[in-house]
């Protein structure tokens, strides 16, 4: 899907340059697209690195699991109709704890055992339990408590402020999973669980 | 000193106390982490030559310009800028077309103007919508997803109109 949709980027460009003139323009671009994408990702890679070894020490001393912990009550009421002791309500507690920590690659297993689990809990047939929409749906929606690589683009492009977008990022990114959630509740209405 | 600014250094410094309090070997655990996501970051690479290619030849055509022109009259009436208009759009299909444009924007337009915050919130606070949804069923034997797809777009499209109104609450214009 991505290669289709980068062959019709790179064809558009191709025709609208011959048509309107910027072909100059547009071979300069893709001499120098690699370099660009390659300082891109060394920058980065330098916040990823420094964000991933601050939170292993959160995950080494336990810090994430209380998180998890605290997470659970308020999970409960998102997900129901699951049993008290439930590996799948566990999985879902450590997926979006990973999420909130900005643990983008530790989220996605931790989800799709969730995900797994609840496949087994809830024995669905070809269709999706609500829970299963739930899930996905969060995941979708991202939930990260400090947009670190968002910051360090800000950083290289020389912001004042990189982190000054931290209270709207937080405000829009709870108002749009709200949404999300309602519009997933409103779905499951008037038909069966 | 602002409340934002001051919610990084506290969160690193409780992490580390925490740490130290645990008796955590703080040295080798912080060194594991940065070197596993160093080596996320280069293999993300190969991705992001090939989306700054697409990217790069679209704004430089001048394609992408005409596109949020051609937009114009959605983004005017919902105050959205202009030049986020490809963000929003490529935002929910690949992550890396988005790191692309996002760089763009905040290069053109500059990190601290409105263009720019707008584009850094609506980046924040919004995920690769159809390829989490792939992959969180494609795990499964789930055939029918049913409104799964449609309910995370409601929530993509309600950031798209929120992040400029945030932007305007908390930052002003």
């Given at each position: 899907m991505i290669g289709i949709l980068l062959f019709l980027m790179i064809s558009v460009s191709v025709a609208y340059s011959a048509a309107t003139g910027s072909t100059t323009a547009v071979s300069n671009a893709i001499v120098s697209c690699g370099g660009d994408a390659v300082s891109l990702a060394i920058?980065?890679?330098?916040?990823?690195?420094?964000?991933?070894?601050?939170?292993?020490?959160?995950?080494?001393?336990?810090?994430?699991?209380?998180?998890?912990?605290?997470?659970?009550?308020?999970?409960?009421?998102?997900?129901?109709?699951?049993?008290k002791d439930s590996a799948a309500l566990k999985a879902i507690a450590m997926n979006v704890s990973a999420?909130?920590?900005?643990?983008?690659?530790?989220?996605?297993?931790?989800?799709?055992?969730?995900?797994?689990?609840?496949?087994?809990?809830?024995?669905?047939?070809?269709?999706?339990?609500?829970?299963?929409?739930?899930?996905?749906?969060?995941?979708?929606?991202?939930?990260?408590?400090?947009?670190?690589?968002?910051?360090?683009?800000?950083?290289?492009?020389?912001?004042?402020?990189?982190?000054?977008?931290?209270?709207?990022?937080?405000?829009?990114?709870?108002?749009?999973?709200?949404?999300?959630?309602?519009?997933?509740?409103?779905?499951?209405?008037?038909?069966k669980r | 000193m602002n409340i934002s600014s001051a919610i990084l250094p506290a969160l690193v410094l409780g992490v580390f106390l925490y740490g130290v309090f645990k008796k955590v070997d703080v040295f080798a655990a912080f060194t594991e982490g940065a070197k596993e996501n160093l080596k996320i970051a280069i293999g993300l690479l190969p991705t992001l030559v090939f989306l700054?290619?697409?990217?790069?030849?679209?704004?430089?055509?001048?394609?992408?310009?005409?596109?949020?022109?051609?937009?114009?009259?959605?983004?005017?009436?919902?105050?959205?800028?202009?030049?986020?208009?490809?963000?929003?759009?490529?935002?929910?299909?690949?992550?890396?077309?988005?790191?692309?444009?996002?760089?763009n924007i905040l290069e053109d337009c500059g990190p601290d103007s409105f263009a720019g915050r707008v584009a850094s919130v609506l980046m924040g606070s919004t995920e690769t919508t159809f390829y989490t949804i792939a992959v969180y069923f494609g795990a499964t034997k789930i055939k029918k997803t049913r409104h799964a797809l449609g309910s995370a777009l409601a929530g993509d499209i309600s950031a798209f109109i929120l992040s400029a109104l945030a932007v305007r609450l908390f930052l002003g214009r």
């Open positions: 920058t980065l890679a330098g916040g990823m690195a420094v964000w991933g070894g601050i939170m292993k020490i959160a995950e080494k001393s336990g810090l994430t699991e209380k998180l998890t912990a605290l997470l659970r009550p308020a999970l409960k009421l998102i997900f129901r109709g699951l049993k999420n909130l920590l900005g643990l983008g690659n530790a989220a996605t297993p931790l989800g799709i055992e969730a995900m797994k689990r609840l496949e087994e809990e809830e024995r669905p047939e070809a269709e999706a339990t609500p829970n299963m929409v739930k899930l996905a749906v969060i995941n979708a929606c991202s939930a990260e408590l400090i947009p670190t690589t968002v910051a360090v683009m800000r950083a290289k492009a020389g912001s004042a402020a990189p982190m000054e977008i931290l209270p709207c990022v937080l405000a829009v990114s709870f108002a749009s999973l709200v949404v999300a959630l309602i519009a997933a509740e409103i779905g499951f209405m008037g038909k | 700054s290619l697409g990217v790069g030849t679209l704004r430089a055509s001048g394609a992408l310009e005409a596109l949020s022109r051609l937009a114009s009259p959605i983004t005017e009436f919902l105050g959205f800028p202009a030049e986020c208009f490809s963000l929003a759009i490529l935002r929910p299909i690949s992550g890396s077309g988005a790191l692309a444009i996002l760089e």
